[in-house]
């Protein structure tokens, strides 16, 4: 009996950490399908309009990669010189 005594709190405590972490793995699971579901109603209602999808950027006819519309541009490759100021 004594040895229950003294395992019993840490087999609770480990129980309650499993439940929480399972909960915690099933609800990401549960997030990433609707995000991938809504992603790809996104892509067919953009097919359908013939416009281009919605995730990522689009490759250009040659090939290169083009942003898409309300990208950050990107940084400049230099700080300003004193004559840009």
Same mark, same amino acid.
């Not at 281009?52 to 950050?72: C, K, L």
């Given at each position: 009996?004594?040895?229950?005594?003294?395992?019993?709190?840490?087999?609770?405590?480990?129980?309650?950490?499993?439940?929480?972490?399972?909960?915690?793995?099933?609800?990401?699971?549960?997030?990433?399908?609707?995000?991938?579901?809504?992603?790809?109603?996104?892509?067919?209602? @953009?097919?359908?309009?013939? $416009? *281009? +999808?919605? =995730?990522? &950027?689009?490759?250009?006819?040659?090939?290169?990669?083009?942003?898409?519309?309300?990208? @950050?541009?990107?940084?400049? $490759? *230099? +700080?300003? =010189?004193? &004559?840009?100021?």
């Amino acid at each position: 009996m004594e040895y229950v005594a003294v395992l019993l709190p840490s087999l609770v405590v480990g129980l309650l950490f499993w439940f929480a972490m399972k909960s915690i793995f099933n609800a990401d699971k549960a997030e990433r399908q609707a995000e991938a579901t809504a992603q790809a109603e996104a892509d067919a209602r @953009a097919a359908a309009d013939g $416009s *281009a +999808p919605a =995730s990522g &950027s689009a490759a250009g006819q040659d090939g290169t990669e083009v942003p898409r519309p309300g990208a @950050a541009p990107d940084a400049p $490759s *230099a +700080p300003p =010189s004193e &004559s840009d100021k």
